[in-house]
């Protein structure tokens, strides 16, 4: 299932960035949609996650600030990242886990650079 992001950049502190991400060629249930992100030298972490059903899911540090939606009929899931800061510099990556016959597989996408400049 191919996942593809769209949307980084490059923004001073205090600004926004929206990213998306489309999950294409699959007809199967996407359970869940989120976005993770990768610092240099740190682990890849949960940014936010949101259900087929709308449930969502947050990091601490970025509640109140970013937003995730999700268009189940174009199987798009959309962060809108406000009030950026520059520890929120990372490489931002897309998951959809998409459910077939009992199973639920991960699929990422390539990823999509957000720097943030103090």
């Known amino acids: 299932v191919p996942v593809v992001e769209s949307g980084g950049g490059s923004v001073q502190a205090g600004g926004s960035l929206r990213l998306s991400c489309r999950a294409s060629?699959?007809?199967?249930?996407?359970?869940?949609m989120g976005w993770y992100r990768q610092a240099p030298g740190k682990q890849r972490e949960l940014v936010a996650a949101?259900?087929?059903?709308?449930?969502?899911n947050y990091a601490d540090s970025v509640k109140g600030r970013f937003t995730i939606s999700r268009d189940n009929t174009k199987n798009t899931v959309y962060l809108q990242m406000n009030s950026l800061k520059p520890e929120n510099t990372a490489v931002y990556y897309c998951n959809a886990a998409v459910y077939y016959s009992g199973t639920v597989s991960p699929y990422w996408g390539q990823g999509t650079q957000v720097t943030v400049s103090s």
């Open positions: 949101i259900t087929s059903g709308g449930s969502t």
């Open positions: 060629g699959t007809t199967f249930s996407i359970v869940t």
